[in-house]
């Protein structure tokens, strides 16, 4: 939630501050907010918290904040990659105007959050270490979320609602390879910090 809503707040005051309108209409973040963190966040909530290494950590203190040393780091590679590439999205589609080009920052940003849930199932280990299909719970949360999406941008009256605009299965295929980036964005943090901690 930190990371995925950091980015989305630096995206739409850094959109603006450029001289663009918002990137985002309230409804819209409130979808991505209700559904696409929401159902990701659930899945989370069932990955073991040690993956085989808890008691090498020690004890955290009583007082000790919800934003750790740990998360800062992360925090500032994932953020930047997601308001970059949102914002590089906004600016191809506006010319095609403002409702297409928010629904491809939507569509980015939500599927950055899904991907991001692969990187937050722990900040340690890699995905690939620890199972990327281990856990079902957040693979089931990422096919629904996926197909939520879709659906918000190509069902007729939900695009009515929320002010979207049809994208093209090829747009959509860029926009999801793309997203991907921040997952891989993700692993190389993992990988730098694991190379550093091993000297």
Not at 23 to 42: E, R, S
Not at 90 to 114: C, D, S, W
Not at 166 to 180: H, Y
Request: net charge positive; hydrophobic share 55%; glycine share 6%.
């Amino acid at each position: 939630l930190i990371t995925t809503n950091v980015a989305q707040a630096t995206t739409i005051v850094t959109a603006i501050a450029i001289g663009f309108t918002y990137p985002l209409l309230p409804t819209q973040i409130l979808w991505i907010n209700m559904i696409t963190d929401g159902i990701m966040d659930i899945s989370l909530a069932t990955e073991p918290d040690h993956h085989g290494d808890i008691m090498k950590e020690k004890p955290k203190k009583k007082g000790a904040p919800i934003l750790s040393k740990e998360i800062f780091p992360f925090l500032f590679i994932i953020a930047p990659v997601m308001v970059v590439l949102a914002l590089l999205t906004f600016n191809h589609y506006l010319p095609q105007g403002v409702e297409k080009a928010r629904t491809g920052v939507f569509l980015i940003i939500a599927m950055m959050q899904i991907f991001n849930a692969f990187n937050m199932r722990s900040l340690k280990h890699s995905a690939f270490k620890i199972g990327i299909f281990k856990n079902k719970w957040v693979n089931i949360a990422f096919i629904v979320s996926v197909v939520l999406q879709l659906g918000a941008i190509k069902v007729s009256f939900i695009q009515d609602i929320f002010h979207f605009r049809d994208l093209a299965w090829l747009d959509i295929a860029v926009i999801t390879a793309l997203s991907s980036l921040i997952f891989v964005a993700g692993e190389l943090y993992k990988l730098i910090r694991h190379k550093i901690k091993s000297g």
